[in-house]
Nanobody, 122 residues
Framework: VQLQASGGGLVQSGGSLRLSCAAS????????MAWFRQNREQSRKFFVA?????????YYQDSVKGRFTISRDNAKNTIYLQMNALKPEDTAVYFC???????????????WGQGTQVTVSS
């Protein structure tokens, strides 16, 4: 199983980025999917957003509500994170993950991507 995250980069405050996470060896249509992030000062990953297998249910960390949108295309075996109105505090490595149900804890997810760096300059 591989989850390949991409789309990170350097953007100015207020800008936008769209992250993608393509899965192989796994039919994501059977799984909840999520994004987590970790910055240099943090020793662990923090929940950003999650989406149910059908895409009907989504949940977000409070600090990204209204700015980030998680979505999925099961036919393409890919999920996305559209990030708008980015802030310097959004700077982190972003990881995608798959698991059996929508959850907000790292331990609830089984497979992880390698991460993609997002840097927001002020």
């Amino acid at each position: 199983v591989q989850l390949q995250a991409s789309g990170g980069g350097l953007v100015q405050s207020g800008g936008s980025l769209r992250l993608s996470c393509a899965a192989s060896g796994l039919e994501i249509g059977n799984y909840a999917m999520a994004w987590f992030r970790q910055n240099r000062e943090q020793s662990r990953k923090f929940f950003v957003a999650t989406i149910s297998w059908s895409g009907v249910a989504t949940y977000y960390q409070d600090s990204v509500k209204g700015r980030f949108t998680i979505s999925r295309d099961n036919a393409k075996n890919t999920i996305y994170l559209q990030m708008n109105a980015l802030k310097p505090e959004d700077t982190a490595v972003y990881f995608c993950a798959s698991g059996p149900a929508v959850r907000t804890e790292v331990d609830e997810y089984d497979y992880w991507g390698q991460g993609t760096q997002v840097t927001v300059s002020s």
